[in-house]
């Protein structure tokens, strides 16, 4: 089992910037896809932002390419999402995910990823 604890959202106005963190305990490896969805109202998960653990390669969606930026501490298991210059359209639901022990896919599907955290709210005004 794998346990995810999500902080850090919140709301703020169009250009402003929050940084989400999210804290894995439990089964993993040295070596894991952990990274972010996204799901607004009535629209289906997206796939945020990824990073493999292993190598620090990492993954963004072309809608947060430039103005997001994805991390990691190995040390604490954390993984976080600088999120910056954030627009109306980033207001959604946002979820921390883990695929132990897995490369990452250049395509994220939710499928791939077992175990996600409990969400944190990103709401960004006009």
């Known amino acids: 089992q794998v346990q995810l604890v999500e902080s850090g959202g919140g709301s703020v106005q169009a250009g402003g910037s929050l940084r989400l963190s999210c804290a894995a305990s439990g089964n993993t490896y040295s070596s894991n896809c952990m990274g972010w969805f996204r799901q607004a109202p009535g629209k289906e998960r997206e796939g945020v932002a990824r990073?493999?653990?292993?190598?620090?390669?990492?993954y963004y969606a072309d809608s947060v390419l430039g103005r997001f930026t994805i991390s990691q501490d190995n040390a604490k298991n954390t993984v976080y999402l600088q999120m910056n210059n954030l627009k109306p359209e980033d207001t959604a639901m946002y979820y921390c995910?883990?695929?132990?022990?897995?490369?990452?896919?250049?395509?994220?599907?939710?499928?791939?990823?077992?175990?996600w955290g409990q969400g944190t709210q990103v709401t960004v005004s006009s």
């Open positions: 990073i493999y653990t292993g190598l620090g390669s990492t």
């Open positions: 995910v883990i695929d132990p022990g897995a490369y990452c896919r250049v395509l994220p599907a939710v499928a791939d990823f077992g175990y």
